[in-house]
């Protein structure tokens, strides 16, 4: 990205677009029982609370009544079936994960297979967008987080504590170009999941050859442990790479949550909160809610003088629906250089 003269004033920048991520798969109810919603009724409220509160886009998980994350399709499709009918104008968000919960004590944290994956794109009402991870790595979510950060949870505990530090995210070519192509075909945005400048790199040799025609959506995941590092620098980096028509969202973990978010705003990028990301107040004497977070970016937000998106300019920012005929109309559109005449783009496979 550019920053030119002026890219800090709030005119020349877009409208803030808040994801709101309040589902928390990794936690149980008893953890934040405030805030974590177990019926199909209260997590469809958690929506519409999330909207009203000025996010625009929701990251979703779902829960069994049990209050264990659900790895059912069928739910996945209730859930996002209520959140349509009670806020049409929410960008629907399905973590592509579906849930990597343990689902009992002691069992492993893990992601669900490749052919479970790619039954996303097959969810009815579709979403919006899943969330696609790009290149096998660690992702050991606990590596930056202090023992107060957990202190009296579940992840506090030896077996769960044990199976988030070893956990990895599987993406290898074979998933998620075949993963893009039907999440494409399906009409759903793909919304990838940068974890550095190689997975990235990755998507721009996708999109140069043609596997992904569409806008690039992202989030930088700078949570460590396998991810970025929630730094200035880490940041400064992965934003010279990427081109100017990128639209990306920060995140982070816990107490990074909040000063992350806070470059983002300024920067004119856009920012995810809520209680998956983390459990507190920046001075952690209590717990925060996903909707005070929402809150709470929405006001400092506008100390910037930067407006939030409603429903319908988060669509327009995020273009969703949109995909595009070639390969370089989707490298224009997106504002990357055109493929060089003559040259092999990537590696290419042999047709079957």
């Not at 530090?165 to 793909?190: C, D, N, W, Y």
């Amino acid at each position: 990205m550019n920053f030119l003269d002026g890219s800090l004033f709030p005119e020349n920048q877009d409208k803030l677009v808040i994801t709101a991520a309040p589902y928390g798969p990794e936690w149980v109810p008893s953890d934040f029982p405030e805030d974590i919603p177990v019926s199909m009724a209260d997590q469809v409220q958690k929506a519409v609370d999330c909207y009203n509160a000025g996010a625009t886009v929701l990251h979703l998980h779902v829960r069994e009544m049990d209050g264990k994350g659900s790895k059912r399709l069928s739910k996945f499709n209730e859930l996002i079936a209520g959140v349509r009918k009670a806020v049409p104008e929410m960008v629907i968000q399905v973590g592509g994960s579906i849930s990597f919960a343990p689902e009992s004590e002691g069992s492993a944290a893990k992601w669900l297979s490749d052919d479970t994956r790619h039954m996303l794109a097959e969810l009815d009402p579709k979403p919006d967008q899943v969330t696609v991870t790009v290149n096998t790595s660690q992702m050991n979510v606990l590596e930056q987080m202090e023992a107060a950060d957990i202190a009296g949870t579940s992840l506090a505990q030896p077996e769960n504590y044990r199976a988030y530090t070893e956990m990895i995210v599987p993406s290898t070519p074979s998933f998620f170009e075949e993963h893009v192509r039907r999440l494409s075909k399906a009409g759903i945005q793909s919304a990838f999941q940068f974890y550095n400048i190689n997975s990235f790199e990755t998507v721009e040799r996708l999109i140069r050859r043609g596997v992904y025609r569409g806008p690039l959506i992202c989030n930088w995941v700078a949570i460590g442990g396998g991810m970025d590092q929630p730094n200035v620098y880490s940041l400064s980096n992965f934003l010279r790479a990427i081109p100017d028509g990128t639209m990306l969202t920060v995140e982070s973990s816990m107490r990074n949550v909040l000063p992350i978010n806070m470059m983002g705003i300024a920067m004119g990028l856009h920012v995810r909160c809520g209680i998956e990301d983390n459990l507190w107040n920046q001075s952690r004497t209590e717990k925060m809610s996903t909707v005070k977070q929402i809150e709470q970016l929405v006001r400092i937000s506008r100390e910037f003088g930067r407006e939030v998106a409603n429903g319908k300019e988060a669509r327009e920012i995020l273009k969703i629906g949109v995909f595009y005929d070639t390969v370089e109309e989707t490298l224009a559109a997106n504002g990357f250089a055109p493929n060089a005449k003559g040259r092999q783009q990537g590696w290419l496979k042999k047709a079957a």
